[in-house]
């Protein structure tokens, strides 16, 4: 008992948390990216359950596009890497190779939706083609406010900004792009899964 | 993520002028201000222009249910042609005041006039920060609400009229512009408007969780938060969650009317014609709407239970009752909403069983409900009540929030619901639960942190006029409402005279449109009261409540970071009412325990120790520490 009351005595009262709110902003914002594709997905599902259901092969293309973007995400880390060291010749070559491979991975998407259409899977007609654009569509709005983002990186690295100590900013740009590399893969494999 | 980068600049900024003094011109102050207090006004003043349309609009389809017979040719100078030559309501127009009003009051009032105004106004004041995590997200939030407003309010003046298919606006008839006048362009006014809304509202929202959980003053533990911040808090979480889902319906919808895609349309044939649309489901509109609907019933309600628990303990000179089982309950309740919204459905079809696992979900929910009616309860009993306006409305919350529920587990059982289903008896259950509650806490909020946010005080006796006045009314309305529905008067109906089963009834109709528009006529006591007292009320004292949380241990006006001087250390929670041996029956929340020997308990005798630890942490402040 001795003991316990002791413990309560030495016990130092906590700090209030102080995460950087900037950071804590950007996290509560991925939650609201979480929640708009997990009711998507879900009304997926809950439309697929009830038949009348097109199926079809997804085009390859996207197993290509996904290669891309992962790679954009480890250029991302690179680059991260490489302003923490104040690498700056790496950091500008590395974050350039993000931002094209990002650039490469949308067109590739487009490329998909044309083969989509050779396919005679439009955007108007049974719901599962639709959805396919849906969830593609609103990934790709969000890669391109993902390339905006990294494009204030770029010019900052270019402009010498970013280095050891100011690397708030591309701490937020990679989170959001390695978040957008997740979504997608999520959204891949549950387009595959749930064809 | 432009708003981010534009916070960034906009922190340095004021890292680099740290009393901010410099000369601030008009637009400035007020317009595209990024000061919380400011924005807390600017959603209050918002709001209530709202409430005054959206319950006007009631008023007037009240006097076309209640007084059918009635020659409404007096109001052809306001609504024109929805006014027949023979002085009728125009039917169509009737089912767009239906609608308006919900979508006004529901939203635009006790959404983001409620949460906008309270989070805004007391989450930085009582939680010891110079203001929000971001004010430019914070201004950016009322401008987005600002443009819904304007968008909302422009579909009014269409001449094919604003939306007409219910708050709820289910596909098909939302779909398609054939359906019906209001679903044309009303309906892509509609939508344009809630999609900045919903934009509003995730500002708005991330910024109060942030703020909450990142910018609480020294001490200030999250078991030292008022309840007003535990409920803004969860509130914004469950915003947080709800709000992209129903922007998910939305698009979807958006896509159904404006490219041809059918997921909300399937087999529809018009004048005998097909529609190309196969192979959608109205249902999942439903599930996609109420999964954001249920949850916003609470978004609309917690703000107001979290101001009534702070406004019943200090009018009651108590501490309140089960603190923790408060914010429990409110956790519960949070939890709680996600997994219930098909108890909106039971009528579509739904398999029973699954009808039955959401029937006893809903019902759980009477459980965290009572414990927060018992805890008020608790916490009136016995205390010295002081019957200020806020404290009125307070009590009335209660009443209303009790008497409203109970109809709630009648509704919640999906064999009852079969009969009782779009029914006024569903009008009258959430019309009292949630929004007359709702806007009671309102009420409460504005008479209580009135002398804060404007210097002055309201005239109570105009205020304990305008409460009994408005708690009569409103139960006037709606216990005849309930009978009405149990006997059988669906909902959204233009009139009931041409039924043989309505007549009996028609009295209590017409005694229930008589009451609404008494309680209607008021308001303007209230309307009033506010404005004037904005400008010539009586000086506010520093504590007019003698409280103890900590925005009345700022200036009576704070300026642009609410303290001068260094923001006030936290060592106690914030209900030391009445406590035995103090010498007052109020110790605020910055007094530490060691000037309070007389009245400490043994185990605050050994947090003393604690004091210089919590004095020497940082002092997270803002304006002088760049996070």
């Not at chain 2, 635009?108 to 929000?132: E, H, K, Y």
């Not at chain 2, 289903?421 to 019309?431: G, K, L, Q, S």
Request: proline letters at 4%; charged letters at 10%.
């Amino acid at each position: 008992m001795e003991n316990v009351q002791q413990y309560k005595l030495e016990k130092e009262p906590q700090e209030t948390l102080a995460m950087d709110p900037i950071k804590f902003i950007l996290w509560l914002f991925l939650v609201t990216i979480i929640m708009l594709f997990a009711s998507q997905t879900s009304a997926y599902l809950v439309r697929r359950a009830e038949g009348n259901w097109l199926e079809f092969e997804m085009p390859v293309i996207f197993w290509y596009s996904t290669g891309v973007l992962l790679l954009s995400s480890i250029a991302m880390q690179w680059a991260y890497f490489s302003a923490k060291k104040d690498q700056f010749k790496q950091l500008k070559i590395a974050i350039s190779i993000t931002f094209v491979l990002g650039l490469i991975f949308l067109w590739m998407q487009f490329e998909g939706w044309k083969k989509l259409v050779d396919m005679n899977v439009y955007f108007v007609g049974n719901p599962s083609g639709s959805f396919f654009y849906v969830f593609t569509g609103l990934h790709g709005f969000h890669i391109i406010t993902g390339l905006i983002v990294l494009a204030v990186s770029l010019t900052a690295a270019f402009k010498l900004k970013v280095h050891k100590k100011n690397l708030r900013r591309i701490q937020i740009c990679a989170t959001y792009w390695h978040f957008l590399d997740i979504l997608w893969i999520y959204l891949f494999v549950f387009l595959l899964t749930f064809n | 993520m432009s708003a981010i980068e534009g916070l960034e600049t906009a922190q340095h900024h004021a890292d680099e002028h740290e009393h901010h003094h410099e000369a601030q011109n008009f637009w400035q102050k007020y317009i595209f201000c990024e000061d919380h207090k400011v924005i807390a006004k600017q959603y209050l003043i918002t709001g209530i222009l709202w409430a005054v349309i959206g319950i006007t609009m009631s008023v007037i389809f009240r006097i076309q249910l209640g007084l059918p017979d009635s020659n409404l040719s007096w109001l052809k100078p306001v609504l024109g042609g929805w006014i027949s030559d023979a002085g009728k309501l125009d039917p169509n127009f009737y089912l767009a005041l239906v609608t308006m009003h919900g979508t006004i009051m529901v939203f635009f009032v006790l959404t983001a006039g409620l949460s906008g105004t309270f989070s805004n106004f007391l989450i930085p004041l009582q939680i010891g920060a110079r203001d929000m995590a971001s004010g430019f997200m914070n201004m950016l939030s009322y401008w987005f609400f600002f443009l819904a407003s304007v968008i909302m309010f422009a579909s009014l003046f269409l001449q094919s009229g604003p939306a007409a298919g219910g708050w709820v606006i289910y596909p098909p008839l939302s779909a398609l512009p054939q359906a019906h006048p209001g679903s044309g362009m009303g309906m892509t006014l509609w939508l344009a408007s809630m999609a900045f809304f919903i934009v509003s509202q995730l500002l708005g929202g991330i910024n109060y969780i942030t703020t909450v959980i990142n910018l609480r003053t020294r001490g200030m533990s999250f078991d030292k938060l008022p309840l007003t911040i535990w409920s803004f808090l969860i509130t914004a979480v469950l915003g947080l969650i709800s709000f992209p889902v129903l922007l998910s319906s939305v698009l979807l919808l958006i896509f159904d009317r404006h490219f041809g895609t059918s997921f909300y349309l399937s087999d529809i044939y018009i004048n005998g014609e097909a529609l190309p649309n196969v192979g959608g489901s109205p249902i999942l509109f439903q599930h996609l709407f109420w999964f954001l609907g249920h949850p916003e019933v609470y978004i609309v309600l917690l703000p107001g239970l979290g101001i009534t628990s702070e406004v019943i303990a200090t009018n009651a000179r108590k501490p309140i009752f089960g603190y923790r089982a408060m914010i429990a309950s409110m956790l519960g309740i949070a939890f709680l909403a996600f997994i219930v919204w098909a108890h909106h459905m039971f009528v579509t079809g739904m398999n029973p069983f699954l009808g039955s696992v959401f029937m006893f979900l809903t019902l759980i929910i009477a459980v965290p409900s009572a414990v927060k009616g018992f805890n008020y309860i608790t916490t009136l009993w016995k205390g010295n009540i002081v019957f200020t306006p806020g404290m009125l409305f307070s009590i009335g919350l209660v009443s209303l929030f009790v008497s409203g529920g109970l109809t709630g587990i009648i509704l919640g059982n999906s064999a009852l619901d079969i009969q009782l289903h779009d029914t006024y008896f569903v009008v009258a259950h959430f019309h009292l639960v949630m929004g007359a509650a709702s806007a009671f806490g309102l009420f409460a909020g504005v008479y209580h942190w009135f002398p804060k946010m404007f210097g002055r005080m309201m005239n109570t006796t105009l205020g304990q006029i305008h409460f009994w006045l408005t708690f009569i009314g409103i139960y006037m309305v709606f216990i005849p409402m309930h009978y009405v529905g149990i006997a059988g008067f669906p909902r959204r109906y233009y009139q009931f005279t041409s039924y043989d089963f309505t007549h009996k009834y028609m009295d209590m109709n017409m005694f229930i449109s008589i009451a609404a528009i008494l309680s209607f006529l008021a308001q303007f006591i209230f309307l009033w009261n506010f404005f004037y007292s904005i400008f010539k009320g009586k000086r506010s004292p520093q504590n007019p409540w003698r409280s103890n949380t900590l925005e009345w241990t700022a200036p009576v006006v704070p300026g642009h970071g609410n303290w001068e001087g260094e923001i006030p250390a936290v060592y106690r929670w914030s209900y030391d009412y009445s406590k035995p041996g103090a010498k007052e029956d109020f110790i605020p929340q910055n007094i530490p325990y060691s000037q309070t020997l007389e009245s400490n308990f043994p185990h605050e005798n050994e947090l003393i120790a604690q004091e210089k630890a919590i004095e020497s942490q940082n002092f997270n402040d803002q304006f002088k520490a760049s996070h």
